[in-house]
Each structure stands twice: as C-alpha cells, then as structure tokens.
C-alpha cells in the first residue's frame, strides 16, 4: 500500500493522506462524517447562489439523498464521497490542511499532497465520474476499483 505525507516530506513519516483513507481503510463512520461536512459544504455554497435565484429545492432534495444512509454498502458511501469531493471546493481545499484529531488509526493521517491531488482531482472530473455515469454496467465495486487505480497513478 501507498504510504503518502504531507507532513513537508518528512523522513520516515507512517501517515496516509484522506483519500487513501476513504479508498483503502473504508471506516464507516470517517466515511459518513466527510460525507456529511461535504454535503453542508454544498448546500451553504448553492444556498447562496440559490438566494439570488428564487430557490434551491432541487439541490437540497439531491443533497438529502446523498447523506450517508446506514443501509448504505462500503462502495456506495466511498462512491458518494467521491461524488460530493468533486463539485465541494471547501472539502478539496479541507483535505489540503488536515489537522490531526482524535486517536486510534485516524490518527495517522495527513494532509494529501497538492500536486497529487490536482492530478487526481482532474482525472475524477474529466474521466472516471463522466466515465462511470455514462455507462450504467459498471457496478459500484468496479468503480471504486477505478477510483484506486487513479489515485495510485496520481
């Protein structure tokens, strides 16, 4: 596995960025935690923009179904963090400037690099969502397998 610090390049540093986190560790509950960051992220930014444009039903209604659901599988909330992390400008510039919190194994992350996050972050928007809704085949498993391959090439 991808050992990643953002720490400034510290030697011999044991720390996993976010993403590597959501894609490989998976737990629930961090998962469901950016998730809802993510989706308070948007609805503060579209609320906005929907305030000078009469209403944001549409959105808040999308929103609410992207919340974590406890019936929710692993893919499907790795999936819909994906999902939020590339229309939230909040969560990208977030998952830059990690502070450490808590204990246990969150403990041991750290900030995601800049330059593999511009990398990765295009190839979410420019290839592997457009990619994935276009083809309706590909099943939630395939696309987190997708979803690891480029941030392994990022």
């Not at 950016?34 to 579209?46: G, H, T």
């Not at 659901?69 to 400037?97: C, G, V, Y």
Request: with cysteine.
């Amino acid at each position: 596995m991808p050992i990643t610090c953002g720490g400034g390049g510290v030697m011999g540093c044991q720390r996993q960025d976010v993403l590597f986190h959501v894609l490989y560790v998976a737990n629930r509950e961090y998962i469901s935690r950016l998730i809802e960051e993510s989706v308070i992220n948007i609805a503060r930014e579209y609320g906005n923009c929907a305030a000078d444009e009469g209403g944001s039903s549409g959105v808040t209604e999308a929103l609410q179904l992207m919340r974590p659901n406890p019936r929710d599988s692993q893919h499907a909330l790795q999936i819909k963090f994906f999902l939020l992390l590339n229309e939230d400008e909040t969560m990208r510039r977030n998952l830059s400037n990690v502070k450490l919190k808590g204990a246990g194994s969150l403990r041991s992350v750290c900030s995601l690099c800049p330059h593999k996050a511009e990398r990765f972050y295009d190839s979410l928007c420019e290839q592997l969502i457009p990619q994935w809704i276009k083809d309706c085949r590909v099943t939630h498993e395939a696309f987190v397998d997708s979803l690891r391959a480029a941030y392994l090439c990022s």
